[in-house]
């Protein structure tokens, strides 16, 4: 276990590095350009990239300051905190951010105005999922085993609330509106939101993985971040930075 901690550090380094450079071009397209829905994709990727910056903080101090067994003392001043970095509670927080502002995407795109039912209980949603995320710990199981995975699950759940309508939406305007770069885009916007679902279902599978056979950092670990970055590329060589004529 502590090499495969040491193996998802070094990992999610990798990860973060190639998150960052693609926040950058995105931020430097809606420099250029100004348009709005830029802005959110670069919010979006952003926020995506401090889940994942928490993650890999979570595997630094599992494999370089606490340990795996114990991550942190009951008695350390930070116990509080370092156990929701360690269990991916800071990671789900910002993820969910990056899921409302994927919404607030869709509206702009698709619809004249954000329902104000529709926007309540988004905010809701995310707001029950961020305050579990913080407090549902330890709380069914001492290990947090099955506590993480009803969290995940949750988080999961809203991921499908969000893009599940997003990639139909940006399919059907891709399929009855001409011209291929116009389709292209809005393609690209599909498998970014079906490579973002594909994070959490493979997180979901390595944590049922570990659960049940106690092995950790499957081939889902990886593949997990990998989608993301996938994502993030076509995103922004579909929609944000098209393809020219």
């Known amino acids: 276990m502590a090499l495969d901690a040491f193996a998802g550090f070094y990992f999610e380094l990798i990860i973060i590095a190639m998150a960052v450079i693609w926040d950058i071009l995105t931020f430097a397209k809606y420099a250029q350009k100004k348009n709005p829905n830029t802005l959110l994709l670069f919010l979006m990727f952003l926020n995506w990239t401090i889940a994942i910056l928490f993650s890999w903080l979570s595997k630094y101090f599992e494999a370089f300051v606490y ?75 001492p290990d947090n085993s099955v506590d993480r995975i009803i969290v995940f699950a949750l988080v999961l759940v809203y991921m499908m609330i969000v893009y599940l309508p997003f990639m139909a939406s940006t399919l059907k305007v891709a399929r009855t509106r001409e011209g291929a770069s116009f389709k292209t885009a809005f393609v690209s916007l599909a498998v970014m939101s079906l490579f973002f679902i594909s994070v959490f279902v493979c997180f979901l599978v390595d944590q049922l993985i570990g659960v049940f056979t106690g092995e950790g950092y499957t081939f889902f670990y990886f593949f997990a971040w990998i989608s993301a970055i996938i994502g993030f590329v076509s995103a922004y060589f579909g929609y944000i930075r098209p393809p020219k004529k």
């Open 67 to 141: 340990g795996i067994q114990q991550p942190v003392p009951v008695s350390d001043p930070n116990y509080w905190i370092v156990t929701r970095i360690v269990g991916f509670r800071i990671s789900f927080i910002f993820v969910t951010v990056a899921l409302y502002i994927s919404y607030v995407l869709r509206v702009q795109l698709f619809e004249k105005a954000r329902s104000k039912a529709s926007n309540v209980f988004h905010v809701a949603f995310g707001a029950v999922t961020c305050a579990l995320s913080l407090f549902l710990y330890g709380v069914i199981t």
